[in-house]
């Protein structure tokens, strides 16, 4: 039996998404943003120690610092990001390679100022959290990077970023295929524990 990744199914759904393969029930007129249009910086800082829970955004998703690392890399959070619900987070050292999140999970939180925090402006959280996830999402971005110190790391060129476009659809279309992958997503994590705990059950029989 062949198994297919998150990636690969949510990629391969958004662009039959795109291509008006599905659903007739969605009229799919997409229009063209541009990115700083359809999402507004913003850097609200911190200004006392430990404000917050410490977040961070990585190609997995979002998860408090402590999930990925056993203690604080840095010397205080002061000036760190303050970040909510449903903000856009995007890295600013391998974008090109999928480091880009919508925190659907947390109320708020803090996060180091090497990230770019974003307003979503007249878009569906769970929509633009299945727009940053697709490979065509990365080579978006990788269109608004230069050459770094190396073949991994590249430089993000904000401004040109900011200048790309983006299509979507209206705003009521949005939640609704919003809704369809975030739904997918849930069936996907339940069967993956399924499997995980028959897998379990085999080696251990």
């Not at 449903?86 to 708020?108: K, M, P, T």
């Not at 979507?168 to 809704?179: A, H, N, T, V, Y």
């Not at 994590?189 to 059950?201: D, G, P, Y």
Request: proline content about 1%; hydrophobic content about 35%; glycine content about 4%.
């Amino acid at each position: 039996m062949r198994f297919f990744s998150r990636k690969y199914i949510f990629s391969y759904l958004y662009k039959l998404l795109c291509k008006k393969q599905i659903a007739a029930s969605y009229s799919l007129s997409w229009e063209q943003r541009k990115f700083d249009e359809a999402f507004i910086e913003r850097r609200n800082k911190t200004e006392k120690e430990n404000e917050d829970i410490l977040l961070s955004c990585a190609i997995n998703g979002m998860f408090l610092n402590s999930e990925l690392f056993g203690h604080f890399r840095g010397t205080t959070t002061i000036g760190y990001l303050r970040v909510k619900k449903n903000d856009l987070i995007l890295s600013a050292q391998n974008l090109h390679l999928g480091n880009a999140n919508v925190n659907l999970r947390f109320e708020h939180g803090i996060i180091s100022p090497a990230y770019k925090v974003y307003d979503l402006n007249n878009c569906n959280p769970e929509f633009v959290q299945s727009w940053v996830k697709r490979d065509d999402t990365k080579k978006f971005f990788l269109a608004a990077t230069t050459e770094g110190a190396s073949q991994c790391r590249k430089n993000i060129e904000w401004e040109t970023l900011g200048k790309q476009t983006i299509s979507m659809p209206s705003l009521d279309e949005q939640k609704r295929i919003g809704s369809f992958f975030s739904q997918l997503d849930n069936l996907i994590t339940l069967h993956q524990r399924k499997w995980k705990r028959i897998n379990f059950a085999v080696h251990t029989d």
